[in-house]
């Protein structure tokens, strides 16, 4: 049964679906599609106070107390300026630099999973200082992460959007003590927008692609499978309803108020699915119901802009390294990671 769509233009939910990890984090937006994203977005200049990112700097100023963070390789090498995480995050722990010529000065060194040759021949060199502490940085699936072998007793601390990493970066809602007055629901224009960053069976995404493929049977959908940002976060952050396909409601329950999000677990198939969102298209009083968390809770928006997309891991791990002097010996990050 197709249903067709001219009156449900009025809704825009936004199917977030993914796979992956085991936790609720890597969830990936895309606002390139602005046709899909309703207003009113948040630009980055208007959340931040603006850093000139075409005048990127590579060090931060040297001061002799603070610890020196050392970025080996720049992931996906997106520059930006390390003058954001004290403009942006308020993090100034660490002296974050790329130069090289630190390196044996260097408390800790920042290396990107995805960039390691396989031969890991572009790894800092050895032997590394004692008091060095080399961070292992990766923000992909599990499914989706290269067993580079090797690797397995190198790093003393993990950097990950996981919750058991040593330096675990999360986008978080905040609570309000008093009633929040300023959010202004956008106007609702489209039924469903579909994201998603990936779409190679291989990496472990076929399930989800089956469920939408079932899902578009009922409804039809604005379908935007582009490039990504982060999180569950931002069509929380713009004021959209979530659909989510992942782990178990109880896991994102522990970040976000399960009133805030559709479940696909919530309904025995896509087509129970699809009934359920067209009646709730019909239900303005049942659709304002997924909003009333905001009365007291806060989504924050988060970086958008492509070069962003690390910034926020590698300031924490500058916090962090700025906070702890403590020894750590390297554990086997595959055992870890993949159990
Ligand atoms: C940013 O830096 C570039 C290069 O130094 C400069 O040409 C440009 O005017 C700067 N933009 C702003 C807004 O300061
Ligand atoms: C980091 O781990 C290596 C390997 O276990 C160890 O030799 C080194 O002492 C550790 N470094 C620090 C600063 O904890």
């Known amino acids: 049964m197709m249903i067709s769509t001219p009156k449900l233009q009025q809704i825009c939910l936004i199917v977030t679906c993914w796979l992956g990890g085991l936790f609720s984090c890597l969830l990936f937006i895309q606002y390139a599609s602005q046709s899909?994203?309703?207003?009113?977005?948040?630009?980055?200049?208007?959340?931040?106070?603006?850093?000139?990112?075409?005048?990127?700097?590579?060090?931060?100023?040297?001061q002799e107390e603070k610890p020196i963070l050392l970025l080996w390789i720049w992931p996906e090498n997106y520059r930006w300026d390390f003058r954001d995480c004290k403009t942006i995050y308020n993090i100034d722990g660490c002296h974050l630099t790329d130069d090289r010529n630190l390196y044996n000065q260097a408390d800790a060194v920042l290396v990107f999973h995805k960039a390691i040759k396989w031969d890991l021949s572009n790894l800092p060199p050895s032997p590394r200082p004692p008091f060095q502490k080399w961070i292992w940085f990766h923000v992909e699936s599990p499914t989706n992460t290269p067993r580079i072998p090797g690797m397995e007793k190198l790093f003393n601390l993990t950097l990950s959007y996981r919750r058991d990493a040593d330096i675990s970066v999360r986008y978080r809602l905040n609570l309000n003590k008093?009633?929040?007055?300023?959010?202004?629901?956008p106007k609702k224009d489209k039924l469903l927008c579909w994201f998603v960053s990936n779409m190679n069976p291989s990496t472990g995404v076929g399930v989800r692609m089956k469920y939408y493929n079932e899902?578009?049977?009922?409804?039809?959908?604005?379908?935007?499978?582009?490039?990504?940002?982060?999180?569950?976060?931002?069509?929380?952050?713009v004021g959209t309803v979530p659909v989510v396909l992942g782990p178990p409601r109880e896991n994102y329950e522990e970040f976000t108020p399960g009133s805030a999000f559709i479940h696909i677990d919530d309904f025995p198939n896509a087509e129970a699915l699809a009934k359920y969102l067209l009646q709730l298209d019909q239900d303005n009083e049942a659709y304002m119901r997924y909003f009333d968390w905001r009365k007291h809770i806060t989504?924050?928006?988060h970086l958008i802009v492509w070069?962003?997309?690390f910034i926020i891991y590698i300031c924490h791990a500058c916090e962090y390294i700025g906070r702890h002097k403590e020894y750590r010996a390297a554990k086997d990050i595959y055992k870890w990671w993949f159990s």
């Open 307 to 309: 070069n962003q997309e």
């Open 299 to 301: 989504a924050t928006p």
């Open 178 to 185: 008093k009633p929040n007055k300023d959010f202004v629901l």
């Open 36 to 62: 899909c994203t309703p207003e009113p977005i948040p630009s980055y200049h208007q959340v931040y106070k603006s850093v000139n990112i075409s005048n990127p700097i590579t060090t931060t100023q040297a």
């Open 215 to 237: 899902l578009k049977k009922y409804i039809t959908n604005s379908v935007h499978r582009d490039y990504i940002t982060e999180k569950l976060n931002g069509p929380l952050v």
